[in-house]
Antibody, heavy 121, light 111 residues
Framework: EVELVESGGGLVQPGGSLRLSCAASGFMFSISAMSWVRQAPGKGLEWVSHISGSGGTTNYAGAVKGRFTISRDNSKSTLYLQMNSLRADDTAVYYC??????????????WGQGNLVTVSS | QSMLTQPPSVSGAPGQRVTISCSGGSSNIGADYHVHWYQQVVGTAPKLLIYGNRWRPSGVPDRFSGSKSGTSASLAITGLQAEDEADYYCQSYDSSLSGLVFGGGTKLTVL
């Protein structure tokens, strides 16, 4: 059974940094593309970033490009999201998701439970 | 503003059929990118409900079905049940943004 467990969230001041982790199990992590998706309080879902199974290809949403970095450690089956220069509008629950890559648009096959990041002074 | 447009809310009585629309454009749904649907019950993580326009993952009841035509897609739910009350999101890829996009979400209320 696929399991994704996020950690590392919390309260951070504007301009600060935070690193989220997502521990994966139950599937072949090293060949699986992964993404981060966020949801601001009371709002809809927003794709944040994507990384290929090898880690060689990454993509970012415009709102986070240049501030966030996605990475992975396949030896630890763990996905990361390094978030720098955080702003109030980055406040959200951050989900890691296993990506399904068949078809003409990637999809999110499995989701973690989510981890709240609050950016506030 | 989302590249994919959904109605904010829909409602129906138990046993009825409801549909949720997802309207896109020439850079996403109209460009023949697949549409996927997710169900999010309050306080929980989203769950994949329909993928590749019309396919159901294992375990999803056949009361849920998806379709796509032109620049729009739809999710239909038949035999509405109380447990179907949730937020529903469509998702695709947008070539102008070079990224994955979600609709704004639709809240389904079972009366």
């Amino acid at each position: 059974e696929v399991e994704l467990v996020e950690s590392g969230g919390g309260l951070v001041q504007p301009g600060g940094s935070l690193r989220l982790s997502c521990a994966a199990s139950g599937f072949m992590f090293s060949i699986s593309a992964m993404s981060w998706v966020r949801q601001a309080p009371g709002k809809g879902l927003e794709w944040v970033s994507h990384i290929s199974g090898s880690g060689g290809t990454t993509n970012y949403a415009g709102a986070v490009k240049g501030r966030f970095t996605i990475s992975r450690d396949n030896s630890k089956s763990t996905l990361y999201l390094q978030m720098n220069s955080l702003r109030a509008d980055d406040t959200a629950v951050y989900y890691c998701a296993k990506v399904g890559t068949t078809g003409t648009a990637f999809r999110f096959d499995n989701w973690g439970q989510g981890n709240l990041v609050t950016v506030s002074s | 503003q989302s590249m994919l447009t959904q109605p904010p809310s829909v409602s129906g009585a138990p046993g009825q059929r409801v549909t949720i629309s997802c309207s896109g454009g020439s850079s996403n749904i109209g460009a023949d990118y697949h549409v996927h649907w997710y169900q999010q019950v309050v306080g929980t993580a989203p769950k994949l409900l329909i993928y590749g326009n019309r396919w159901r993952p294992s375990g999803v009841p056949d009361r849920f079905s998806g379709s796509k035509s032109g620049t729009s897609a739809s999710l239909a739910i038949t035999g509405l049940q109380a447990e179907d009350e949730a937020d529903y999101y469509c998702q695709s890829y947008d070539s102008s943004l070079s990224g994955l996009v979600f609709g704004g979400g639709t809240k389904l209320t079972v009366l």
